[in-house]
């Protein structure tokens, strides 16, 4: 009798040991996935804001005029670009999003969770990109970040 509690036991403990290492294996598999999304949208970022300069000073008008859009390869703003050859391909955030941000002066609202990369541009001279990082970087802070020409 004493061999059978001692048996469970054991199995217990195994049982006990490989459910936290699985655990633990997630949880460290899940930020490095995090941190490989914002490491692609930093590159997004850098191509989209490239394009843009480049499309200023090749465009009498400046810079493209939008009230605030999700950059997408089909429509608006990304399409301007790609049909003025400046981008071969629009980039979209690796976690595209079923619903478009809501905005407050050409901003993502903050707490938004939505990933886009998301423009806007009032004026001939400037525009806004913001996108959202999931965690902390050199490169930003976790949640929304915007950058300018």
Same mark, same amino acid.
């Given at each position: 009798m004493k061999n059978k509690n001692h048996s469970l036991l054991n199995l217990l403990l195994a049982i006990l040991i490989i459910g936290f290492i699985a655990v633990? %294996?997630?949880v460290m598999f899940?930020?490095?996935r995090m941190k490989a999304r914002d490491a692609v949208r930093l590159e997004d970022i850098g191509t989209i804001k490239a394009a843009l300069i480049s499309y200023f000073h090749d465009s009498p008008i400046g810079y !493209? #005029? %939008?009230?605030?859009e999700c950059l997408k390869p089909d429509s608006?703003?990304?399409a301007e670009l790609k049909?003025?050859?400046?981008?071969? %391909?629009? !980039?979209?955030?690796?976690?595209w999003p @079923?619903?478009? !941000?809501?905005?407050?002066?050409?901003l993502p609202d903050a707490g938004q969770v939505n990933f886009c #990369?998301? =423009? =806007?541009?009032?004026? +001939?001279?400037?525009?806004k990109i913001?996108?959202?990082?999931?965690?902390? +970087? @050199?490169?930003?802070?976790?949640?929304?970040n915007t950058v300018r020409p």
């Open positions: 633990l %294996s997630a899940n930020g490095a !493209p #005029y %939008s009230s605030g608006g703003v990304g049909a003025a050859g400046e981008l071969s %391909s629009v !980039p979209l955030d690796p976690l @079923k619903v478009v !941000p809501v905005q407050v002066n050409g #990369y998301f =423009y =806007y541009s009032d004026a +001939s001279d400037q525009f913001s996108f959202f990082l999931e965690s902390d +970087s @050199k490169a930003g802070r976790a949640g929304i």
